[in-house]
């Protein structure tokens, strides 16, 4: 599943609930001024609470953050 979900999360067929998760978190981390009510509503509308909302913005934000500080200081991942 995990090679399913790096490939194309969204042909992975993980159901409504996890697809529209991570169309909020891709589009949170490559267009972040780009989120409107809408995709919050999205969240709700498949039965996220407004805590679980938090909770996926807070662990989009942190990898996010990680990423650029690593980026920045030229730290290179493991292979």
């Not at 709700?44 to 609470?49: D, Y």
């Not at 909302?53 to 290179?76: C, D, K, P, Q, T």
């Amino acid at each position: 599943m995990l090679e399913a979900v790096e490939r194309d999360y969204v042909n992975a067929n993980l159901g409504p609930k996890r697809t529209a998760m991570l169309d909020y978190v891709s589009k949170l981390t490559s267009k972040p001024g780009s989120i409107r009510q809408g995709d919050i509503a999205t969240l709700r509308q498949v039965e996220f609470t407004d805590i679980d909302i938090l909770h996926i913005a807070e662990v989009a934000a942190y990898y996010a953050y990680v990423n650029r500080i690593a980026s920045g200081l030229g730290v290179e991942l493991e292979q």
